[in-house]
Nanobody, 122 residues
Framework: QVHLVESGGGLVQAGGSLRLSCAAS????????IAWFRQAPGKERELVAA????????YRADSVKGRFTISRDNAKNTVYLQMNSLKPEDTAVYYC???????????????WGQGTQVTVSS
């Protein structure tokens, strides 16, 4: 089992940057793909980025390519989402999630954090 805790959200102006962290408990952290999803009010939860167990595979949604970077430090049981050139449409609650599979499907993620709010003002 994996317990996930997000941090690093906040209020930032358009064009600014934030770095989200997803800290995990459990000694099997390196066995999981970790993904960042986001959900804006009235919208479905969407996949933002995912990184495989050894970071050999990385996915980013088209809407964030060139602006967001996902990385992981298995020694620290932590995954990061560096978000640059933020836009108002990036405003959402951001969740990290863990899956045994390298997958883009939300239903295959078994463990979820509580979420962290990111608000980008124009």
């Amino acid at each position: 089992q994996v317990h996930l805790v997000e941090s690093g959200g906040g209020l930032v102006q358009a064009g600014g940057s934030l770095r989200l962290s997803c800290a995990a408990s459990g000694h099997t952290f390196s066995s999981y793909t970790i993904a960042w999803f986001r959900q804006a009010p009235g919208k479905e939860r969407e996949l933002v980025a995912a990184i495989s167990r050894s970071a050999g595979n990385v996915y980013r949604a088209d809407s964030v390519k060139g602006r967001f970077t996902i990385s992981r430090d298995n020694a620290k049981n932590t995954v990061y989402l560096q978000m640059n050139s933020l836009k108002p449409e990036d405003t959402a609650v951001y969740y990290c999630a863990a899956s045994k599979a390298y997958t883009m499907e939300v239903y295959e993620y078994d463990y979820w954090g509580q979420g962290t709010q990111v608000t980008v003002s124009s």
